[in-house]
C-alpha cells in the first residue's frame, strides 16, 4: 500500500513542473496522423502559432515525444526525429501514439525538411539523408544538390512556401516578372541636428539596388543585394560627393510595414530615412 501511494505521488510530481510544462510522460513515440494528404505538420521553435516554422512533416513521420504541455485550448507537444536532428514543437492533436521506428530514420523521416534562413535572406532547406536546396529570399530556387529526389525538391519547395506565409515578410515570388525585381521607394528621415534628409532606393535586377541619399548639401549612394523588405537588415558600404563614406543599414520594421535606413558617416553626421 504504501509503495502505491508513494508511486503515485511521484507521479503527480513530475506530471505537471513550473510553468505548465509536463514531463515526458506517455508513449516513446509519436507518428503524426490527421493531416490532410496535401498538406504537412508544422514544426515550430515553441508551443503556440505565433513561433517560427522552421521543419514540416508528413503523415507517418516517427518522431521522439520530448513532452507535452497546454498551451491556450490546445495541447503543444516537443518532438524530435529519432537521430536527433530536427526538433521542435507540434500541435498534439495531429499525434498518436507509436512505437520505436523500425530503421535508422523512421516512416517517411528522409522527408522531413529542416529551414535555415542566412542573414543575407537566402533560405536552405535541408533532409537528413544529404539532400540540400538552396532559395534566395523570393523564394526561387538557385541550386539543389544532386543527391536530391523529386520527391525531395517538391518537399523543400512546400517547406519554403509554408515559412514564407508564416513569416510574411518576402516579396512576391511567382514566377515572372517578380516584384522583388522591380523597385523604386523614396524615403523622408532628417540628418542628426535637424535638417531633412531624403532616400530613394531602386532596381530592375535583383542583386543590384542603388541607394541614394540627399540633403542638406549631403549626397551619398551605396548598393543593396536585396530587395527591401526581402531581408530583415542589410548593410551597404556608401559614399559621398564630398569624399565622406561610412555605412546605411536598411531593417524591415517590426509592424512588417516599411522599412527604416539609418545612416553613418566617418565624419561623424549620421541620420535616419523612413521607407
Known sequence: ???SLYAAV????????PG????????DYWRVTGVASDDHLNIRTGPGTSNRVVALAPNGAVFRNLGCRGEGNGRWCHIETPDGSTSGWVAGRFLQESGAPTNGNGSGQSDVPELYERQTGEIEVRFAQGCTVLYNPAGRVITAGSSCSGTQRN?????????MREQGNHADHSGGGSAASEVNISGNGTIYGGS????RIFGHKEGAYALTVSGSGLTCTGLFRHAPGTV??????????DGASGSAVLV??????GNTLTLTLTNGTGGYVLF
Open 1 to 3: 500500500m504504501k509503495r
Open 10 to 17: 511521484c507521479a503527480i510530481a513530475w506530471a505537471v513542473l
Open 20 to 27: 505548465g510544462v509536463q514531463a515526458q510522460m506517455g508513449p
Open 155 to 163: 518537399r523543400a519547395h512546400d517547406a519554403v512556401e509554408a515559412h
Open 196 to 199: 531633412a534628409l531624403n532616400g
Open 232 to 241: 530583415r537588415s542589410e548593410s551597404t558600404s556608401v559614399h559621398c560627393a
Open 252 to 257: 524591415r520594421n517590426r509592424s512588417g510595414n
